[in-house]
Structures are given as C-alpha cells and as structure tokens.
T-cell receptor, first 114, second 113 residues
C-alpha cells in the first residue's frame, strides 16, 4: 500500500518560477527521501531528511519535514526546463533484517514551460 | 561505477504467456528490490532480497510471480501466466550495506495484450 500522498498530482509552471510539492504520510519514520523520475527512466535520489531534521538544502532544492503533522515539502527554486519530471516522496519506516524498506507516494508530475 | 542494469527494456506479450526480467545490481550492493510501477502511480515493492535471501515478499502475487537471486548478485523476476493488469514498468533497485539511498535501473516496460 502507498503510505505517502502527494499534492498536487500535477503542477505546471513557467521557467524561472518556484515549484512546491507536498507529501503526507501515516506512520512514524526514520527518514523521508525525495526521488525524481524522468519519462521512461528509473528513479534518481535527490535528497534525504532524517526524522530529527526540520529543513535541508541541496543546490536549488529545499526540503522541510514536520513530523508532528506527518508532512514534508519539496521546493525547487528558479525552475528549469530540465526539472520537468515526476517527483516522489518515499518514507523509510524501519529496517527488516537490517535492510531498508521504502514506501513511495503517488508522485507529482511537474512540467516546466519555457 | 556501473549502475543497475535491467533487461529487456521493453516486452510485449499476450495474456497467459510467461515473461522474465533480469537485473544486475551495483557491485557490492547486498540489498536488491523489485518494484512494480503502474502508469501514473508510484513504485510498489514486490520483493526485497538481502544477499540471496528474501526479506519481504508480502506484496508479491505468489500465484503468478516468482523471483530469485541465487548467488546473491543478479536477480530474475518471472510472471507466469501474465494478466492484463500486469502491464506496468518493473523497476529494480539496489542499496549498499548500511546505506539509505536506493539506485534504480531504467526498468522494463511490460505490455500484456
């Protein structure tokens, strides 16, 4: 079952604008990760935020985590056409036999218009 | 460093036929995952291996799906017989020991007609 729900399902903005995607989840987590998927490709890891962190930055990406509300947001600043992709949040709720298990959300499809 | 390799990239079969997918993870990655991604949805975990042992196969439809990782390196996922609803992209991912980031292959797009 999908733990994460993402909002919006689709987002279309002009190049140079900022894009914000939200993710809500249901159970306690160790960390939350964001992945990007270009059309016809596999997923690529973007950023990981641990449960004891509130905000994290990586280049033009900013991720926030509110464990009290069980929600996270991904902000992409100064968007570019190359940012056009689907973005997924994934929650790490623990390990089984030492191996990580991620549960992915439904994703937000982001389109950057030139 | 070579990434996760998957083959074939595309496969078209008729319902009730069988199909197999292959995955070669990144060298040294002990954990290997197979995901099913239906169009417009996020990846759904089918099975997770730690070396050559199954860690979690709770969402694998075992009446028709099977997977193995005999030598703890590459893995195959099989569907027999296929149904129309199995049309999806099958993604393989791997993680290094004690690490948190999953590395994905490009996937196999399966169409069942």
């Amino acid at each position: 079952s999908q733990q994460g729900e993402e909002d919006p399902q689709a987002l279309s903005i002009q190049e140079g604008e900022n894009a914000t995607m939200n993710c809500s989840y249901k159970t306690s987590i160790n960390n939350l990760q964001w992945y990007r998927q270009n059309s016809g490709r596999g997923l690529v890891h973007l950023i990981l935020i641990r449960s004891n962190e509130r905000e994290k930055h990586s280049g033009r990406l900013r991720v926030t985590l509110d464990t009290s509300k069980k929600s996270s947001s991904l902000l992409i600043t100064a968007s570019r056409a190359a940012d056009t992709a689907s973005y997924f949040c994934a929650t790490d709720a623990g390990r089984i036999q030492g191996a990580q298990k991620l549960v992915f959300g439904q994703g937000t499809r982001l389109t950057i218009n030139p | 460093e070579a990434g996760v390799a998957q083959s074939p990239r595309y496969k078209i079969i008729e319902k009730r036929q069988s199909v197999a997918f292959w995955c070669n993870p990144i060298s040294g990655h002990a954990t290997l995952y197979w995901y099913q991604q239906i169009l417009g949805q996020g990846p759904k975990l089918l099975i997770q291996f730690q070396n050559n042992g199954v860690v979690d196969d709770s969402q694998l439809p075992k009446d028709r799906f099977s997977a193995e990782r005999l030598k703890g390196v590459d893995s195959t996922l099989k569907i027999q017989p296929a149904k129309l609803e199995d049309s999806a992209v099958y993604l393989c991912a791997s993680v290094g020991p004690g690490k948190n980031i999953q590395y994905f292959g490009a996937g196999t797009r399966l169409s069942v007609l």
